[in-house]
């Protein structure tokens, strides 16, 4: 209002006659003061509007859903996960335009499913607001921060893709209606984050807790990102933990490949810790399994947390299903000096390893040492340890074939795994042999 009269007053206050075509200003005038009071006068949203939607998945159970202006709340340490609690309440009106852009973020998120992510981090938070740069690749100096965030999948999500804005589709930002997007973490005290955990135990239907450790070339956005999918693909309905050390990301060249080998060692003692203490907290809460996932170089934090874990928990099983996924670990010394000392920690270990890995083939002439992701003659067989060759299950265009993991047939037999805890056989894996000892090859695609 005051600027539609502002407006008529500088009109008038300059002592000078006013043009000959004065007259028909005033219509216009007219017009912004109605337009003016329509905006004042305008009722504010819906209840319904403004808080989170309320999803009933096939299990059963009820979740919350947020507007994408929720996520966009500035970082608290106030232990509210995204997906619960109501959105917040404007003091004031918004304009129209904007009212009109929220009902359509609402019918958006109504598309949508969100999967619920906890985190942890030995990154360092950046302070930014801006997505996805929430967390950088600086270490964060033998700290962890906890937290939660919440992935929304898009309506037309094809099984086994992470889809994100393409170049050649001409896509420079992330759209929900069409990508996976990351939204916004909240940070959690580690008090309030494992009590957070014990609740959420005690609220699935899978009494189960899953945790990712993402590889080489790998943001925060990106590790969550690949996580929302795998839980979404497989139907988990547990509760799926990322574990997020500072990998550079951004790049595939040498520099940046050696700097993560030096940077994952450093992750080793804040990973035994935090598997040990999220294990301990989430059985006292009634899981029933607590399961790793690790994906290339990730594997290298995990061989080493769990070589600290036998001696922190001597005899005692702290692991169930233990899953080694294209790992980028020397093979050399791993079966007489590495593989005894991880039997005991975890109760099933299982390697999917291909011959199409050019990630790992890479690896193999920079060290000149095989890789235990490695398929072919590199296959890597030991006693205890559930091989599977999950040579061409990539069908990426153009790709490495090193996250194959996320391909249909594996994420199939990953839910067999992880929710049942079949055997291979169980599974329905087919079986081979080599030099008497078993590895298994995934059912064949139905054309």
């Given at each position: 209002m005051r600027q539609c009269l502002a407006f008529t007053h500088d009109d008038h206050s300059t002592g000078t006659p006013p043009p000959r075509r004065g007259k028909r200003r005033w219509p216009w005038v007219l017009l912004l003061l109605l337009a003016c009071l329509l905006a004042a006068c305008s009722k504010p949203p819906r209840d319904d509007q403004r808080v989170g939607m309320q999803r009933q998945d096939d299990s059963g159970d009820t979740e919350k859903e947020t507007t994408a202006a929720d996520d966009r709340q500035p970082p608290s340490a106030t232990p509210i996960p995204?997906?619960?609690?109501?959105?917040?309440?404007?003091?004031?009106?918004?304009?129209?335009?904007?009212?009109?852009?929220?009902?359509?973020?609402?019918?958006?998120?109504?598309?949508?499913?969100?999967?619920?992510?906890?985190?942890?981090?030995?990154?360092?938070?950046?302070?930014?607001?801006?997505?996805?740069?929430?967390?950088?690749?600086?270490?964060?100096?033998?700290?962890?921060?906890?937290?939660?965030?919440?992935?929304?999948?898009?309506?037309?999500?094809?099984?086994?893709?992470?889809?994100?804005?393409?170049?050649?589709?001409?896509?420079?930002?992330?759209?929900?209606?069409?990508?996976?997007?990351v939204h916004q973490p909240m940070r959690l005290e580690e008090a309030k984050y494992f009590a957070a955990i014990r609740e959420a135990v005690t609220e699935r239907s899978q009494k189960e807790i899953t945790v990712f450790i993402h590889g080489f070339n790998?943001?925060?956005?990106?590790?969550?990102?690949?996580?929302?999918?795998?839980?979404?693909?497989?139907?988990?309905?547990?509760?799926?933990?990322?574990?997020?050390?500072?990998?550079?990301?951004?790049?595939?060249?040498?520099?940046?490949?050696?700097?993560?080998?030096?940077?994952?060692?450093?992750?080793?003692?804040?990973?035994?810790?935090?598997?040990?203490?999220?294990?301990?907290?989430?059985?006292?809460?009634?899981?029933?399994?607590?399961?790793?996932?690790?994906?290339?170089?990730?594997?290298?934090?995990?061989?080493?947390?769990?070589?600290?874990?036998?001696?922190?928990?001597?005899?005692?099983?702290?692991?169930?299903?233990?899953?080694?996924a294209a790992p980028d670990v020397k093979k050399i010394g791993f079966v007489d000096g590495v593989w005894p000392k991880l039997r005991t920690p975890a109760k099933r270990y299982t390697l999917y390893a291909s011959d199409d890995d050019k990630a790992l083939m890479a690896s193999y002439k920079v060290h000149t040492f095989s890789r235990i992701g490695q398929g072919g003659a590199n296959l890597l067989l030991i006693e205890g340890l559930d091989t599977v060759d999950a040579t061409g299950c990539d069908f990426s265009m153009l790709g490495l074939n090193h996250s194959y993991f996320g391909s249909p047939q594996v994420v199939e037999d990953l839910k067999e795994l992880l929710s049942k805890s079949l055997t291979p056989a169980a599974r329905k894996l087919r079986e081979k042999k080599r030099e008497l000892l078993l590895y298994w090859l995934l059912p064949e695609i139905k054309p």
């Open positions: 995204p997906t619960a609690g109501d959105g917040p309440v404007s003091k004031s009106t918004p304009p129209p335009h904007q009212q009109q852009q929220q009902q359509q973020e609402q019918r958006t998120v109504q598309k949508l499913r969100m999967v619920k992510l906890f985190f942890a981090t030995d990154r360092t938070w950046t302070g930014s607001e801006e997505q996805p740069k929430w967390f950088g690749p600086e270490w964060n100096d033998r700290k962890l921060t906890y937290g939660t965030c919440t992935v929304s999948i898009p309506p037309k999500h094809e099984a086994g893709e992470v889809e994100k804005p393409s170049i050649f589709k001409l896509e420079l930002k992330e759209d929900p209606e069409k990508h996976v997007v790998n943001t925060f956005d990106e590790a969550a990102s690949r996580l929302g999918v795998l839980a979404f693909d497989m139907d988990f309905n547990g509760v799926p933990v990322l574990y997020s050390w500072s990998s550079q990301g951004g790049g595939w060249g040498t520099a940046a490949y050696a700097r993560d080998e030096e940077v994952v060692e450093l992750t080793v003692d804040l990973l035994a810790q935090f598997l040990g203490k999220l294990a301990d907290e989430g059985r006292a809460a009634g899981a029933t399994r607590i399961n790793v996932i690790a994906h290339s170089m990730g594997n290298r934090a995990l061989v080493g947390a769990l070589n600290i874990l036998a001696r922190d928990y001597p005899g005692k099983m702290v692991l169930d299903e233990v899953v080694m």
